[in-house]
């Protein structure tokens, strides 16, 4: 069952067409899964991820005004507030704080290299544009943005390393 879930929820993922091919009754048939106490816990968080799948998708769709494509998202919607929300909520314990400590740190983490591979593209844009602008080698260029990267981290070191030594 957590298998056919797991396959179920990464099939699902962006995948417009086969989210159209399901029908009614197998969407009940994934809430209803997702409610129920005898199917394993994977299996009921990735029903409740293949929900929330269908209502990313139909809030997606809704900018054309269509009001089918409306009342579905507003079903999704209501689906999400009573069904995935008190799954997640019954299972992911907060009132531990080594477990939200766990949870932000995996965000901040997340976050951060997120942010670093979005700063290397912009980087990457930013010397296609200074070679064509130039014609200058993209070797020096990325030799030159690499050294004021690391220039700017040594700096945020020491600025760090300073306010810990001032709050000490």
Not at 100 to 125: C, I, P, W
């Amino acid at each position: 069952m957590i298998y056919a879930s797991r396959a179920l929820h990464s099939a699902l993922d962006d995948n417009e067409d086969l989210m159209g091919t399901i029908n009614r009754d197998a969407w009940n048939l994934i809430q209803t899964t997702s409610h129920s106490p005898n199917v394993p816990i994977m299996s009921r968080l990735h029903s409740a991820g293949c929900l929330v799948s269908a209502a990313r998708l139909a809030s997606s769709i809704t900018n054309e005004s269509n009001n089918n494509t409306a009342n579905s998202y507003h079903h999704h919607h209501n689906i999400i507030q009573s069904t995935v929300l008190p799954l997640l909520h019954a299972n992911i314990s907060l009132s531990d704080n080594g477990s939200f400590a766990t949870l932000l740190e995996g965000y901040v983490s997340a976050y951060n290299k997120f942010k670093a591979e979005e700063d290397d593209q912009k980087m990457e844009r930013d010397i296609i544009k200074k070679v064509n602008a130039r014609k200058e080698p993209a070797r020096l260029i990325a030799r030159r943005q690499k050294a004021l990267r690391e220039q700017k981290k040594e700096q945020e070191k020491q600025t760090t390393m300073m306010t810990g030594d001032i709050q000490v």
